[in-house]
């Protein structure tokens, strides 16, 4: 410990880096996924009417919607409140639409499906059913961006256990060397223990606690500054995205998640520390 | 006490150990003695387990500890206090912490270890300089902080490789005198050697001695009988 009173710096610093890592992806793949089911639950097929279309054939289609199977609500949207929307969407950029007239926005219906008649081919069929009805201008459906969306969610899922492992084992690595610098310091001490009648667990448990704490100082700074990383970036990237994606709100993970995450920080000091002591105890 | 039959150890195939037998009862003073390389650590060094024999039994209390388990050395270990040659103490750390170590590791009530770790320091006449690291004494304090903390557990054995090796005539004395005290009070002592002083010493307070030549038993019993048989001078 003595010879290299940094690598107990370096190892906490390391389990913090590491907890930031794996958390970041964690933050971002648990984001992408409740944004993912709230489009899920949202509108997933838009029909757009030409300029000269009428409200009654709206209506009529409307109508002619709500009759098929699988179809949860249909929702007509006029011209101005469309515009409205998008004003809101802009934000503080809304003012580019100034002079633009109200119904410069074509009127549409925005139709949801019951969960179980989502996928991508009834969309497709309805879609193409709908296309060809008179009035119609164009029919949008957002099942297919949802689907690859949610792929996307997977992957990024998957990669969070996979840097969770790399990370995790790095950690482990380094907890491990550097209660082996600590343990090799101390050999002679060890040694010494063993011969006046130490137990195995009497000379492990100061090595025990200094891996606990080690793991458990690194999760909780890592822990820390994930949180503080989030509190200053998820306003940017809320609004950032907010304009292509409409309003989102951007949630940081559960008590309980970060506690496990310290938690399993502490259990891979301990057990770095654990494989360490090990070699020296055959006196 | 302690009873060893026909013990074999050898290291890297060459011979440190060969055929050794021989008994020490309770409360008994034994000098395993031998030129350097004789074999008198090895032989110490099966007593306290850190080696096991490659053949034969070794009997301590009673109990034959050739196969014990590795979770069961620690608790035997605690009957048997060992004054190494090279002290083995912790020397960035004071003497009363040194000799506090056997209790702490026993579990005892940290009033009664400070009280008892004291005691034993000024038994050996150290009470002045328990606050002193183990680094800064004098070769004879080392080993008097050593013996202190052999002792201070009160085990029923007390094991002594070479104590008067390096201490000049007069520290030698006062150390052979405290191991004198503890064979007194019941301690079963056995002390490695070949010094001649110790063997004197031995021989006038009617010691067992076992004497190895190149790993082999070359005689046991009294050292005046020994000494007899030998022709030694001593």
């Known amino acids: ?283 | 006490m302690i009873e060893l039959v026909r013990v074999r150890k050898h290291y890297a195939g060459a011979p440190a150990l060969e055929d050794v037998s021989f008994h020490v009862r309770a409360g008994e003073l034994a000098l395993i003695t031998g030129p350097s390389g004789a074999g008198k650590t090895t032989l110490l060094r099966l007593l306290y387990l850190a080696e096991r024999a490659d053949d034969g039994t070794v009997s301590i209390a009673g109990r034959e500890v050739t196969r014990l388990r590795a979770s069961s050395l620690p608790y035997l270990r605690r009957n048997v206090g060992v004054v190494f040659q090279d002290f083995k103490l912790l020397r960035g750390r004071s003497a009363l912490d040194n000799v506090r170590v056997p209790l702490e590791i026993l579990g005892l009530p940290r009033v009664q270890v400070e009280a008892r770790a004291r005691l034993a320091l000024a038994r050996v006449g150290l009470a002045d300089r328990a606050g002193v690291a183990c680094a800064r004494l004098s070769g004879g304090e080392q080993q008097r902080v050593a013996l202190a903390r052999a002792l201070v557990a009160r085990p029923a054995i007390l094991l002594a490789d070479e104590p008067t090796g390096n201490l000049d005539v007069e520290t030698a004395q006062g150390i052979l005198d405290l191991l004198a005290t503890a064979n007194a009070a019941g301690t079963t002592v056995v002390v490695a050697t070949h010094d001649p002083a110790v063997i004197a010493w031995g021989a006038r307070r009617g010691a067992r001695r076992v004497q190895l030549v190149r790993g082999r038993v070359q005689g046991t019993g009294a050292v005046v009988q020994l000494t007899t048989i030998n022709g030694e001078r001593e």
């Open chain 1, 1 to 283: 410990m003595r010879a290299a009173p940094l690598l107990p710096v370096v190892a906490v610093a390391a389990v913090a880096l590491g907890i930031v890592l794996v958390g970041t992806v964690h933050v971002a793949a648990r984001n992408l996924h409740d944004v993912l089911a709230n489009w899920g639950q949202g509108v997933q097929l838009t029909v757009y009417f030409q300029p000269e279309a009428s409200v009654g054939r709206a209506a009529a289609v409307a109508e002619a919607l709500r009759r098929v199977p699988g179809i949860e609500h249909v929702r007509y949207i006029t011209a101005a409140e469309a515009m409205e929307r998008l004003k809101s969407g802009l934000g503080p950029s809304s003012p580019l639409l100034d002079g633009v007239d109200d119904d410069f926005l074509p009127p549409s219906l925005e139709v949801s499906f019951a969960r179980g008649h989502d996928d991508v081919a009834t969309l497709a069929a309805v879609a193409e059913r709908v296309g060809r009805m008179p009035g119609v201008d164009q029919v949008e459906t957002s099942g297919d961006w949802v689907k690859r969306l949610a792929a996307a969610a997977d992957l990024a899922r998957a990669a969070a256990w996979v840097a969770f492992a790399l990370v995790g084992t790095a950690c482990l690595y380094l907890a491990f060397a550097t209660i082996r610098l600590a343990v090799f310091a101390r050999r002679e001490e060890i040694e010494i223990l063993k011969l006046v009648g130490a137990t195995d667990r009497y000379v492990r448990a100061p090595f025990w606690i200094e891996g606990l704490l080690e793991g458990l100082l690194g999760g909780g700074l890592g822990a820390l500054s994930l949180y503080l990383l989030f509190r200053a970036a998820a306003p940017r990237v809320e609004a950032l995205l907010g304009g292509l994606l409409g309003g989102i709100h951007l949630g940081f993970p559960p008590g309980a998640h970060i506690a496990a995450g310290v938690a399993v920080a502490a259990l891979t000091g301990l057990l770095g520390a654990h494989l360490a002591v090990r070699r020296h105890l055959h006196v």
